[in-house]
Every structure is written in structure tokens, then in C-alpha cells.
Antibody
Framework: QITLKESGPTLVKPTQTLTLTCTFS??????????VGWIRQPPGKALEWLAL???????RYSPSLKSRLTITKDTSKNQVVLTMTNMDPVDTATYYC??????????WGQGTLVTVSS | QSALTQPASVSGSPGQSITISCTGT?????????VSWYQQHPGKAPKLMIY???KRPSGVSNRFSGSKSGNTASLTISGLQAEDEADYYC??????????FGGGTKLTVL
């Protein structure tokens, strides 16, 4: 059974850096073709793809957020970490991680709500 | 990259069929078969319903089907049931080797 779970702060202040961790089980990020992605969803709004890291450490970022995002992996710990700098209230959202394989995101973690407020 | 275009809402009565469109460009939907659809109930994480344009994961009802024509992909749900009421999102791979989601469609079962 494949599971993913997001963890990190629930509240960050404007201009701070957000660090989120995705801890997964049931698959290995050293398997060819596998990746882990981050997707966010502001309250009442649509999903927005943020970043993806592949088994070979290839990294992809949303063009609109690329300057603020960094994605890394620790294969031995089965974790993927996303950092987002210079947080703003508009970044308030539920942040999801999901396994990416052969063009699809499945399964997804339960998501973690991050609020940006002073 | 711009979000894929979906209708904000669709509705149908139990037993009917509905179709949700997802319009992109030749740089995403039209250029690749990595189009997938996700169902999201309130307060829940998205669930994969269709991948590779028209393939169904194990466990997903065959009432759900997908197709693509040019730059537009479509999700069809036949024999609508109350539990199908949810938000639906499409997603596509892009020519920039990134991913893009649609704006989402709220399905109401009347």
C-alpha cells in the first residue's frame, strides 16, 4: 500500500520561508520513472502544480514560482522536502504531495493547510 | 503557463450522462497523451479517475470515461449517481516538462 503524508508548520509569517516534508511509504524514489510532486490548493480555489522531483534527481518547477521554490529528496528516509521563500498571504493553501508515475499523480497525501498571517 | 480551461460547473440528474471539457493548447493537452482527471470531494484529497487520456485505474467505475480531440480533453460520467457530486480537475504534461491543472468543475447531481 502506497501512502504519503505532508508535514510542516500550519502558520507562517509573511516574508518567512516555508519548509514542508512529504514522508512516503510503499514505493522507492530510486525506482526508474518515479517522482514525487507538490500541488497546492487555496481555500475554495483550484489545484496548482508547484514542483516535481524524479528518481534521478531531475527537478521541475512551476514557471511562475520557480524563483521561490526548491525541492529535494532523501531517498534513504523516503522523504521529499519543498521550500518556498518569501511567503505571502496569497500562499495560504492546502499543500499536497503525490507520487508521480507515467504521467499521473496517484496517490495523494491528505494535505496540510498552511496559513500565512502576521 | 496558463491553467487549462474547464467549465466552472455542470449538472445532471441521476442516471443521466454529463461531459466535462478541458481545453489547453498544442503545448499541453494537444501535444501529449499524459492527460489525467481527478475527483475531489469536499475536505478530501483528489483521487485519480482517468489517466493517459482514457485509461481507468483499477477500482474506478466504468461509468467514468475519457477522450481527447485536438487541444480539448473530456471526461464523461454516465449513469450519474449522487456520490459523483464533487469537483473534477484535469491535468496535463506540458512542452516545458512541467505539469498544469485545470480550473476545476463543480458537478452537481440534481
Amino acid at each position: 500500500q502506497i501512502t504519503l503524508k505532508e508535514s510542516g508548520p500550519t502558520l507562517v509569517k509573511p516574508t518567512q520561508t516555508l519548509t514542508l516534508t512529504c514522508t512516503f511509504s510503499g514505493f522507492s524514489l530510486s525506482t526508474s520513472g518515479v517522482g514525487v510532486g507538490w500541488i497546492r490548493q487555496p481555500p475554495g480555489k483550484a489545484l496548482e502544480w508547484l514542483a516535481l522531483i524524479y528518481w534521478n534527481d531531475d527537478k521541475r518547477y512551476s514557471p511562475s514560482l520557480k524563483s521561490r521554490l526548491t525541492i529535494t529528496k532523501d531517498t534513504s528516509k523516503n522523504q521529499v522536502v519543498l521550500t518556498m521563500t518569501n511567503m505571502d498571504p496569497v500562499d495560504t493553501a492546502t499543500y499536497y504531495c503525490a507520487r508521480q508515475h507515467r504521467g499521473l499523480f496517484d496517490p495523494w497525501g491528505q494535505g496540510t493547510l498552511v496559513t500565512v498571517s502576521s | 503557463q496558463s491553467a487549462l480551461t474547464q467549465p466552472a460547473s455542470v449538472s445532471g440528474s441521476p442516471g443521466q450522462s454529463i461531459t466535462i471539457s478541458c481545453t489547453g493548447t498544442s503545448s499541453d493537452v494537444g501535444g501529449y497523451n499524459y492527460v489525467s482527471w481527478y475527483q475531489q470531494h469536499p475536505g478530501k484529497a483528489p483521487k485519480l479517475m482517468i489517466y493517459d487520456v482514457s485509461k481507468r485505474p483499477s477500482g474506478v467505475s466504468n461509468r467514468f470515461s475519457g477522450s481527447k480531440s485536438g487541444n480539448t480533453a473530456s471526461l464523461t460520467i454516465s449513469g450519474l449517481q449522487a456520490e459523483d457530486e464533487a469537483d473534477y480537475y484535469c491535468s496535463s504534461y506540458t512542452s516545458s516538462s512541467t505539469w498544469v491543472f485545470g480550473g476545476g468543475t463543480k458537478l452537481t447531481v440534481l
